[in-house]
């Protein structure tokens, strides 16, 4: 007995697809077959969807696949729109289409729509967020994306993908962190866990000190938050800028003066010429001894 596989379309795709509102019309654009139906296409009568947000496919999961559908065929039909006369093009699938071409497959079933441009976008947005095997970043642009280009709320795609407003907002806020902390989260050298504890961290300057001290000292997320809390000391001792040394004419005026005031005090200097002398004493009289040694009435 043949066992039926999950779609695995997930609950936003699922609904868009099987909801009859989707269906314009099933009338026929010229051509064999009319919106509604699944039928075996031909391969070289289908071209790849513009509005794919994916565009690296990993090589040897497609030849996994290739050889899978040599021998098992196609389970779940690919899905496209109706461009004109005998002419079609991929709303989702694009995976299964590739397999096939590389396995040989001169047709794939293919359940036919009618879909506007913006609707495509949506689709294979949200069929790209349904994987389970995107990073973090690339669900977060998958998200902006929907809000900006299909004029979605993030109420609006919360219930479109699935998800809880509260994660969309997580998501959507990993795009405000830094070109490389984004780079980093992508590849997999810090966690969502890491990015989230960053985000709080207002100042671009200290989350990407903190980014490498994660990857160098591989730091967990618990020890991350411990080092935010923590932050103005860790800070301060990375970024204290080195003591310049004092031209040998103003060390000796400094130990001349420590002589005369029998007592250790800081003398500074800029390159410039600004700089401050600090005297410390202990007491109201102690001060008095200071002034009365300067020769000050």
């Known amino acids: 007995m043949a066992i039926q596989k999950k779609t695995g379309l997930g609950r936003g795709l699922s609904a868009i697809l099987e909801s009859p509102e989707?269906?314009?019309?099933?009338?026929?654009?010229?051509?064999?077959?009319?919106?509604?139906?699944?039928?075996?296409?031909p391969?070289?009568?289908?071209?790849?969807?513009?509005?794919?947000?994916?565009?690296?496919f990993d090589e040897s999961a497609l030849a996994e696949l290739s050889q899978s559908i040599l021998e098992q065929g196609i389970i779940q039909p690919l899905t496209v729109r109706k461009m004109g006369y005998d002419k079609y093009q991929l709303i989702s699938?694009?995976?299964?289409?590739?397999?096939a071409k590389l396995a040989g497959i001169d047709s794939v079933p293919c359940y036919i729509r009618v879909a506007n441009d913006e609707q495509m976008l949506e689709w294979a947005l949200i069929e790209n967020i349904q994987r389970e095997n995107l990073?973090?970043?690339e669900i977060a642009?998958?998200?902006?994306?929907?809000?900006?280009e299909c004029s979605l709320t993030q109420e609006e795609l919360s219930k479109r993908v699935g998800k809880n407003r509260t994660t969309v907002t997580n998501y959507m806020r990993l795009l405000r962190l830094p070109a490389e902390i984004q780079a980093a989260l992508r590849d997999g050298s810090i966690s969502m866990g890491h990015a989230r504890t960053l985000i709080n961290v207002e100042d671009e300057t200290k989350q990407l000190l903190i980014t490498r001290k994660i990857i160098s000292d591989?730091?967990?997320v618990r020890e991350v938050e411990k080092l935010v809390r923590q932050l103005d000391k860790v800070v301060a001792s990375v970024t204290k800028p080195a003591k310049i040394a004092l031209p040998l004419k103003y060390e000796v005026m400094k130990d001349s003066l420590q002589e005369r005031l029998n007592r250790k005090i800081e003398l500074n200097r800029t390159p410039k010429g600004k700089g401050s002398i600090v005297i410390p004493f202990v007491s109201d009289d102690d001060l008095q001894a200071i002034i009365s040694k300067l020769g000050i009435e």
Not at 43 to 56: S, V
Not at 141 to 148: A, G, V
């Open 93 to 99: 699938g694009e995976r299964r289409f590739r397999a």
């Open 141 to 148: 642009i998958s998200y902006n994306r929907l809000i900006e």
């Open 218 to 220: 591989e730091l967990s």
């Open 135 to 137: 990073n973090a970043i």
């Open 22 to 41: 989707t269906d314009i019309t099933s009338k026929d654009i010229s051509g064999n077959y009319v919106a509604g139906a699944i039928a075996n296409l």
């Open 43 to 56: 391969l070289g009568k289908i071209e790849t969807n513009p509005f794919q947000p994916r565009e690296d």
